[in-house]
């Protein structure tokens, strides 16, 4: 008994140990997210949507900096399905990046687990589907990382927070556009805007009755922070809610120098924090307004997204004309200097105990330039495509990882020119061949007739140019590089050019495209491939994971998924062992 008492009392420790271990390490949060089909009605016209756990839009997913987050995605719609999450930088891990250049779409009726860290990050982002157009359809949602509570905001904490998604939406199914897109069509205009999926308020005749809007609750005197997500098709939103100021502090992770705007322009893919403070008499409601930018104002007003800021203590319904949008139709400057206006606080902390601004970014030699030029959509064997420098990107049957992992030949290549090749323009699997830890210069010319989002996934750059008319080396000399913003998105007026630096620390293959769905749908995208030369045994980079899944010339090592539920994360895992060793423990004494 004297041994057993001992070995018994060992294994108490051993378990006290494994529990410090986990309480020690960076905690876990778990979601499951179910996509499916639901009929909804947002704009008055029955259609089906794509619903997250049954709601349009998704839930917000909220977690801390440094969590663990493992997501449980059952595709339960009828076709193939990837998530990807826009911001999220996923350090060494872009097998969590959810574009088919680095992952095989989850099947119809499959499950699929992302495990990823939010490795000092913070801030707004979201999810969304990224093939087979289905972001048209919804399957969207907020996804907020808060600071750790060691580290203080730049600002006094909120009183609430508050997530809007906003977005023009079709109610055409977006098989439909999908198919118009293929047959060479263009979209078209949007039939509406939505603010949390829902319709615009009826704010005058022009609206049909039984559209079910959006209703923000506030109580007087409060300040809440407010994160605007512009989720859309293609169409830049400007936001505003009526008699209200903007205080602008986040923009996609990255805290702001605090100003206040009136309204701001939203493009497809940015988001925003704002803090708002309720501090105007509660005789009315006010209207929360998304309207479309950049276009003919009167044709599109249908594209315009009208929720209601209602105080606890209001005492009538918003009424009369919507609050006025920039009336800059003969200022092309407003827009361009709004945009450069945003500024990194850099005396705030970020994610870490040090300022974010800190990096230097404007001393630091430039290793390599890149020069993206865009063309509005082509006709290119046969088929309408939208380019960068000439090439259509298609992505490879094989996703880069998988195909570099299973030393698969052939399946792209490394080839992606550096400036706008004068040739024919081509359909290509061309890779852009980054240097590892390179200073790197994006310049982005849009030639196309519509303003336009770029997004750069695994990494936050900075924006220190943006102007219209043609770029050249001395544009350089307008360059901000002191305190330019960060962020993963960032606009490209039609016939301008944006200017972005960022430092090449992240390995893996990662995603450079259009945010605007109908181009990027089309092959406006390409992909850096990103290896650290030193590192002969491929260590820099997180391994495929367990779960990974096959396709294309690999297909034939997939295994059928056998159960319904997803695999168990690494931390349930660990209390599941824990358990069955107390339990035969228990077992033991009995005997």
């Known amino acids: 008994m004297a041994l057993f008492g001992l070995n018994f009392y060992c294994f108490v420790g051993i378990c006290l140990m494994l529990c410090g ?16 089909y ?13 619903a997250v756990n049954r709601n349009f839009p998704g839930p917000t997913l909220n977690v801390t900096t440094n969590y663990n987050v493992v997501v449980n995605v059952k595709n339960n719609l009828d076709e193939s399905l990837l998530i ?36 000092d990050q913070i801030g707004s982002y979201y999810y969304v589907p990224s093939i087979n157009f289905q972001r048209a359809a919804g399957g969207f949602g907020g996804f907020v990382i808060t600071n750790r509570k060691v580290i203080p905001l730049p600002f006094n904490t909120p009183d609430g927070d508050i997530v809007i998604t906003i977005g023009d939406w079709y109610t055409r199914d977006h098989k439909d556009l999908r198919a118009s897109l293929d047959a060479g069509k263009e979209l078209g205009m949007p039939d509406g805007a939505l603010i949390n999926g829902r319709g ?38 400007n936001f505003r809610i009526q008699s209200h100021n903007l205080l602008l502090a986040e923009a996609e992770g990255h805290y702001t120098s605090q100003q206040n705007y009136t309204s701001l322009d939203i493009h497809v893919g940015q988001s925003y924090s704002f803090l708002v403070t309720m501090d105007q008499n509660a005789s009315s409601d006010y209207y929360i307004v998304a309207s479309a930018r950049f276009v003919n104002q009167s044709e599109w007003q249908r594209v315009t997204g009208v929720a209601i800021l209602h105080y606890s203590n209001s005492k009538g319904r918003a009424s009369g004309p919507l609050p006025d949008p920039p009336n800059d139709v003969n200022d092309n400057s407003f827009a361009v200097n709004q945009a450069m206006s945003i500024r990194m606080n850099n005396t705030a902390s970020g994610a870490r105990p040090n300022p974010q601004g800190s990096f230097r970014y404007g001393s630091i030699n430039v290793t390599d330039v890149y020069v993206l030029r865009n063309v509005p959509p082509i006709t290119i064997d ?14 490879p049957n094989t996703p880069v990882g998988l195909a570099d992992n299973y030393k698969l030949k052939g399946s792209y290549k490394l080839d992606f020119p550096n400036t706008p090749m004068n040739r024919p323009p081509t359909v290509d699997r061309s890779l852009i061949n980054a240097t590892y830890k390179g200073f790197v210069e994006i310049v982005l010319e849009n030639n196309d007739t519509v303003v ?20 050249t080396e001395n544009s350089r000399g307008s360059y901000n590089r002191w305190d330019a913003i960060a962020r993963s998105t960032t606009q490209v007026f039609p016939g301008g050019w944006t200017a972005i630096l960022v430092y090449l620390d992240n390995v893996g293959v990662w995603n450079l495209r259009t945010v605007n769905l109908d181009r990027w749908y089309l092959g406006q995208e390409t992909y850096l491939k990103i290896i650290d030369p030193e590192d002969d045994d491929q260590k820099a980079e997180d391994a495929p994971p367990d779960n990974v899944l096959f396709c294309g010339a690999l297909a034939h090592f997939q295994k059928p998924q056998r159960f319904s539920s997803a695999a168990l994360s690494i931390q349930e895992s660990l209390k599941l062992k824990i358990v069955m060793l107390m339990a035969f423990t228990v077992i033991y004494m009995m005997i």
Not at 100 to 111: E, K, V
Not at 220 to 237: A, E, F, M, Q
Not at 382 to 395: D, M, Q
């Open 200 to 237: 615009p308020f009826k704010y005058n005749s022009s609206v049909p009755d039984g559209i079910e809007h959006e209703i923000i609750d506030v109580d007087p005197g409060k300040t809440y922070r407010i994160r605007v997500i512009n989720v859309g098709v293609s169409t830049c939103l």
């Open 452 to 471: 336009q989002s770029f997004h750069m996934d695994g990494y936050s750059f900075f924006v220190v140019g943006m102007a219209y008319g043609e770029w």
């Open 38 to 50: 639901v009929t909804a009605s947002p704009l008055g016209v029955p259609q089906q949507v794509i």
């Open 382 to 395: 046969g088929k309408l495509r939208a380019t960068y420098n000439g090439i259509s990107f298609v992505n």
């Open 21 to 36: 271990f986990c309480s020690a390490a960076d905690p876990f949060a778990h979601f499951d997210l179910e996509f499916s």
């Open 84 to 119: 990807t999450w826009p911001g999220i930088e996923m350090r060494r891990g872009s097998w969590q990046d959810g574009v088919l250049g680095t992952n095989c779409p989850i099947p119809a009726h499959w499950n699929w687990t992302y495990q990823f860290q939010v490795k």
